[in-house]
């Protein structure tokens, strides 16, 4: 048997069960199969590795893409550079972490590549890229690679350019693109949303939700009701699954 898994402290929200569960029934292959390890605190991924000898990988989410690290024997120089892991491969007792997030947003930004040009510019907009966490890390990494100019929101100046507080309509004209990289708005609280001034957007801004339960997030429905292109987290999802699932059959 050869087993994978998602780790996390709660993993009702996730479809990586069900995505890796399907992977597995289209290739045949009979011996596979993917757990959620729900894990307490990060320091109980020792355990778990200790007493599930057949694992072979995992996906890591919220909140221990960035505590993971000390754990691993080793970090993909990609991982490394962004400072967080959402994937671990584990080849003859070894574990290694990877990074599968920055491929999923540079996909995801890829379907909007032509929306970030002004009609006749070359100029790409500016960002505000909400929360600090993981995926976060992931994000910034992709926009610095475009050369797109951003800010970070977070609840403290010392992880962030900017707190929640200072987020206001002139800040919101000059960003147009808007990523949530916090779990707000994440099932089961689906009604929560990043709390900024909705009314300043316009059909000139684009939201980008990395929240992919529910598909149509309150923050995206926000970007609607004020004529911005909306586009949520089931496209980075994929790609960033499929890029795990090529880590995990890779020679190492």
Not at 1 to 7: A, P, S, V
Not at 51 to 66: A, S
Not at 120 to 128: E, F, H, K, T
Request: hydrophobic residues 40%; aromatic residues 8%.
């Amino acid at each position: 048997m050869q087993r994978y898994g998602l780790i996390g402290r709660k993993l009702g929200h996730s479809f990586s069960k069900e995505h890796f569960t399907g992977v597995f029934r289209r290739a045949g292959l009979k011996d596979h199969r993917y757990d959620l390890f729900e894990l307490g605190d990060i320091e109980e991924l020792t355990s778990l590795l200790r007493n599930t000898p057949d694992l072979c990988g995992l996906n890591v989410t919220i909140p221990y893409k960035e505590a993971v690290i000390p754990y691993l024997d080793g970090l993909d120089p990609l991982a490394a550079a962004v400072g967080a892991v959402n994937t671990i491969a584990i080849r003859d007792g070894m574990t290694k972490g990877y990074n599968t997030d920055v491929a999923g947003f540079r996909s995801l930004m890829h379907n909007l590549d032509d929306t970030l040009h002004d009609a006749g510019s070359a100029i790409r907009p500016r960002a505000l890229v909400l929360g600090t966490g993981g995926a976060s890390r992931a994000v910034a990494f992709v926009l610095r690679e475009m050369g797109i100019r951003f800010r970070i929101v977070s609840r403290s100046r010392e992880r962030g350019d900017l707190t929640w507080d200072l987020i206001d309509p002139t800040i919101l004209r000059v960003c147009r693109l808007i990523i949530n990289a916090t779990p707000l708005g994440m099932h089961p609280d689906v009604n929560s949303a990043p709390s900024l001034p909705y009314a300043a957007l316009t059909a000139k801004h684009v939201l980008v939700d990395l929240v992919y339960n529910p598909e149509q997030t309150v923050f995206l429905k926000h970007g609607q009701e004020h004529g911005a292109r909306t586009l949520g987290g089931s496209a980075m999802l994929k790609a960033q699954a499929e890029e795990a699932w090529r880590i995990w059959q890779g020679p190492g």
